[in-house]
Every structure is written in C-alpha cells, then in structure tokens.
C-alpha cells in the first residue's frame, strides 16, 4: 500500500464519519428542537395541542395554587396573554410568583399547558435571557432582578 | 489596606505578564539567550503577584469585610468558612482571578520543570501564556474589579446562593479551571511550535503530561458539578444537555482527542499537523465555554445574569486567540514536515480512529449548543435543543468509539493483526454477550437497545482488563511471574487500562441509569408505604430543625427490604437565612445496585405531602468511572518517561532568579 492509499483510507474514513455525523444532526435537527413562545404569541399565532414547545414569561402573583395532590398549578403571563399551566412534580428552588420562568411541554386540547420540565434558575438575580428579551419586545417594565446584574455594585 | 495590596499586586502581574509576552518572544526571534531566559523569572514572579492577590481577596472574604463591593454582594457574616472561601469563586470576578491563577499557576509550571527544554519553544511558550494572562487580567481590571471599596460599607453582605454553598460545588470551579486552563499550555507549544516552524516527538513529550493534567482535573471537574446536580437540584438527573454543561464537556472531548494524538505524535512521529490543530481547537474550545458562561447569552440553569460589554470583551479574546491561532497554523502548518507511514490498521490508526470519532462527536455537541444562537440573530426564532438531539447525534457515534475501543491497545504500531486482537477479545466479548442476555431476560423491559449499550460498556471494562492480562501474560506464565510482570508494567500502560475500564464503568452507569430508572411521584400521609424497586418505603413525619444559616422541614422515611430496615432516609426543605432563599435536599441511600433517591414536595391542603420517589440504577458508576479516569491519569503521570520534565533533569545550572 502506498502512502497516498494509507492516506486515502484515513481520508475515507474520515469523510464518512463526518456525513453520517451530518445526517444524523440534520435527523436530529428536524425533529428534537423545540421553539420557545410567550403567552401573547400564542394567542397571535396559535399551536396545536400535542405540539412541544417553551414557553416563557412570568409567574403570575397569586396564581400559585400548590397542595392539591402532587399537580401544580400556576398561570404564566407576559402582562398581554396568560396561559394556565399544570406540572406534575417538584418545583425547582427558585420558582417564585412574579419571576421569570421557563417551561416545556405542549398543550392540552382544552388549552392548558402541561409542562414536564420547569427551568430552575442558577442565580437569584436571574431573568431567562429568551423571557427578558420577549418581555421587552412586548414593552414590559422589567422588574428589579433583571435590571441589577449579579455582582454589580449595589 | 489587605485589598488594595491584592488590587497592587493584580496590576503589577499585568504589568510583569506584559513584559513576559514581549521580551522573551523578541529575544527568541533576535537569538538573544539572555532576553529569552527572562521568562522563566517573570512567570514565577507573575504567579507569585497574583497568589497575593487571590489570598487577599480571599482574605477579605474569610474576614468579612464588607467595605469591599464584591464580598458585600456574594458573602455573609454567618456563611460557614468553607463557603466564605469557597465563595471568592462563586461568583464572575473572583472566579476570573481564579481562572488567571491557575493560568499562571501552569506558566509558572513551564518555567520551573521545563529546564531542559530547547530555549527558543521555551521562551516563546511562556510569551504565549502570558499574552493569555495579559488579555484576562485587562479584562479583570476593566470590566470585573473585584477589588472595588464601598463607601460606606453595609453592616452585612447580600450571602451566597445557597444551593452553591456546596461541598462538591465548592472544589467544582477550580477542577474545571485547572482543566479549562490547563489546555492553555498545549495551546501555547502549539503557537511556539507554529512560530519557530519546527515541532517533533520531543514536543509531544512535553506537551503530554500537562494535556493529561489538565484532562484529569477537567474530568473530575464535570464529574463534581454532575455529582453536584444529581444530589442538590432534586430532579435525580445527572446531565441535561445544558448549554453550560457542553461547555465544558466539548474541551473534554477535545483534549480527550488532543492525549491520544499526542500519543502517537511521540511514540512515531506522526499526526503532527493534526495534533497541532487539535491542541489550538481545544483551547479555543476552554475559551468559548468561558465565553458562554460569562456572557449570560444563553438560557441556561446556570446561566449568571451579567453585563453585555463583559460578554463582548470575552468575546473578543477568544476571537483574537482562536482566530490568530488559525491563522497562524493556516500559514505555518505546511512547514511542519510530516513523518511516521503507518497501516489503516495499526494501533496509530485505531488512535486516528479514536480522533475522528471524538471530534465528530464535539462537532455535533457544537452544532447542537450554538444552533439556537445562530437561528435566533438570523430569523429570530427562539428555539432549544434538547437531550433528544444529542441521544440522536452523540450517542450513535460513541457506539463505534467504544466497540474499537478496546481493540486499540492490543494492536501493534505500525502494522496490526485485528484477527489476534479479535481473538484475544474473544472473552470480553463473551462476557458482554452474556451479561446483554442477562439484561434483557430478567428486566424484560425499557428500551431495547439499553442491553445493547450496557454490553458495550461491559465489553470495554472486560476489554482494559484483557488488555492487562495479555500484557503479563495471565495463564500462559505461572501466576507469581504475571503478578511480578504486573507490578513491572510501565505506569502509562496500567493508566492507559484503568482509564478505559473508568470508561466502561461510565457507560453502564449512563446507560442502566438512562433506561432503568424508576420513578414514582405521590402524595403521602405519615405511617404510609410505597414500594419502589424492591424496596418498602415508610414515611415517619416531618419535623423542623435548625442549622447554621438556615432552618428546614425534615421528612423521615425508613426503606426496608425484604422486611428488614436499611436506610434512614432525611430529605428536607430548607429556608436559608441569608439570601432567604428555599432549597430542596434529596435523602439518598447509596445501594450497590442504585441509589434510592426521595424529594419532599408542598405540604397538601388535605394533609400529607407530595413526595418523590426514584429508583436510579448503578448510578454512581458515571462519577466512580470518572474518579477511575482521574486515578488512570495520575497514575500514568507518575510514570517516568512521562513525569513533567523527567527527560534529562538537572543537565544545566539553574539560574538564579532575577528580580
């Protein structure tokens, strides 16, 4: 075998890793993303019932309603939209009526969310990146949290 | 005044590093020995400047003084001392003074153990380094001053995020720097090589043993913080795909390719163009991970919220050494001669292999963790990519990487007999086979490629120990012989075994973990029972109770099986003091065959409580692998051809130190 074979086996190789690689992340691409909405767009743009997404916004105060089995109940709002959500299981740590919140699921076809994952936040001065950006599009006043980076000076 | 000699010492380092990047480098470019030989005293001098400012930064947080913004923001009077200490890094500037610790720290290294190492390589490596330390201590004292005073000082801090006062979360950050930093050096021998144009198997020796360095302390790093996750967010899981998380975890990949390469570029010469490349990606890849985590420009559980123009900065410096480091490859790659012929099949090209595998695999991690963020400036749209995609993507190419994998150390450089390999296999093989029909006819369920998977991770564990067996000859030599030929192996080769049995041990855990686990959420009321894996559940009541800055609700269960007590399990809620923050924390019991693992959930208007209930399989073989991994790789640090600057010690007169 010359060199230029040896070379070109390597190359082969290498060449057909990467396109099953390709096919496999175009697969993967098509079909394991997952879009993020707020209240309002839902209500602009609707989403079959079925159909996973995030969904972003505020917990709205007083929506809250915990203790009744293991379901939690809460309302996710972006002041203009409100959407009512179900999550079976333990809250992350930081989930507080008022804040920031993602969470993914889909909708139920009577237009509940059942979400099965609630986006814990890392750092208490935290507001979601996505949630920031949508709140502002939507031209709602962040409140304290977001303004004040951590590490700041007070 | 502690403080301001820390805020001193941090602007003289810059101005020692400044010094460091430019006079060796010039000296190294005029052939001048004495202008050169300055960057070993700098890189010491530089170290010893930043240890007085990390300790006196650290110890305005162990004193708790307050008139400092930085302490006031992170720290608090009653935080337990290893969280005081612990919390100079838990937050952007402490840890960015970290991050160039530990860089000088490695530079200092270089120029302590690297006596033997040709003048020109070493005084261009050190220049190198310390152009990386110049463009982090800038961004320190621009945009991250951790030295800041407060006039009037509050009475008390703001505290520390409780679910980061941690004990494994307290050693995660510097782990992961060391790792993250540590691949600075192969990135600073690969721009020295690329500069002088010239690189051989001398420079994959010394290149090596701080690769492996920096890969050991980066994988129990990811181990710690996954360790972290699984106990303290109360979700039972392990790794969820984060952003953050792939951060780190691309470095790994990609130093985990960078060792093995280097392998073959000191054993034969080969592969140096690649290694090269491979050395510039994986740091370019630490400095990305630095940028995702300190620009807040993903959603993330760890995302920290901070300010745009930090983000930019940091984003300049990675584009200015990746982007110059590519560039000057793209022009100097083709003068580095290439040598080494070997066979497709050989122990080279099950290590080309083993490349090509991995750094498709960082590919897709990449692909996966920057999508959303490329979709979102071109359209707009805001999407996530979630464990599906890298289940699709990662998990398909790991399965060829592990199946060759334990061929790799039984094939012979150069040329190599697959067929002897398969035979030598044979038994390993068998065993996996064996443990596969095992799975599948007593679980009877889960995914049906979960047998699969666990067998691979069998087959790599019976494959490192065939690897040993075959190395002293087991059975064909009488016992004490291959006992004695044990014990007379090189250590490179018993860390070469181990590390890859860690591998196998990974991946059972991942994959019995991922498929098996059982979970059960539901109310319960005191007295009541839940079975769960064999195991009977009881729970006992909850009572308050008090620690050192917080206050909780406990909950007791008793597990038994089989009718006898074996775990006293204690999850709890706790309210912290200061921040008033609520954490949740797990009660597990650490069986052999998996981990109980109960979350307590909302008291119920009714009465009772929610309560979570998982059954996580040979979980803790993830984090043993990777502790064995660790373990592999320091004992193949203590191996003497391998140990740092082992080669010809001591040839020359230490010089004096300057200054």
Redesign the interface.
Known sequence: MTRKQRRGILIGVGVAVLMIAAGLVLFALRDAIVFFHTPSDLAEKPIAAGQRFRLGGLVAAGSVKRGEGTKVDFVVTDTIGNIPVVYEGVLPDLFREGQGVVAEGKLSPEGTFLADSVLAKHDENYMPPEVAKALEAKGVKLGKGAEHPAGATP | MVVELGHFALVLALLVAIFQMVVPAYGARTNDDRLMAVGEPAALCQLGLLIVAFLSLTIAYVTSDFSV??V???SHSTKPLLYRISGVWG???GSMVLWVLILALFGAAVAAFGRNLPPTLKANVLAVQASIAVAFMLFILLT?NPF?R?DPPPADGNGL?P?LQDPALAFHPPFLYAGYVGFSIAYSFAIAALIDGRIDAAWARWVRPWTLAAWMCLTLGIAMGSWWAYYE???GGWWFWDPVENASFMPWLAGTALLHSALVMEKRDALKVWTVLLAILTFSLSLMGTFLVRS????????????PQRGVFVLAIMTLFTGGGLALYALRARDLRQGG????ISRE?SL??NN??LT??C??VF??TL??LALESLTG??????P??FD??FG??MVPLLLALPFGPLLAWKRGDVLGAAQRLAFAALLAIIVMVGTLAVLQRGPWLAPFGIAIGVFVMAGAVTDLASRVRLGSVPLGDAARRLVNLPRSAIGTALAHFGVGMLVVGVVSTSAYREEK???MKPGEVVSIAGYDITFRGVAPRTGPNYREEVAVFDAARGGTQVSHLEPSRRIYDM?P????EAGIHPGWRGDLYV?L??????GGY?V?VYFNPFVRFIWLGAVVMFIAGAISLSDRRLRVGAPGRARRVVAAPAE
Do not use: C, M
């Open positions: 913004a930085n006031v923001a992170n937050n952007h500037e991250s800041l407060l995020n679910i967010l109360g979700w807040g420009i993903l959603t993330s559980v760890h995302a920290f919220a901070v300010d012929i070997f066979a497709p090209g080309v292999l090509i595998l498709t695999a590919a897709t692909i996966g999508y959303p749209d805001k999407i996530s990519v979630g599906p995609y699709w993507t398909p190419l959420i539901l109310v921040p923050e609520p954490t949740t979350v959930g909302d008291a119920q208007t009714a929610a979570r």
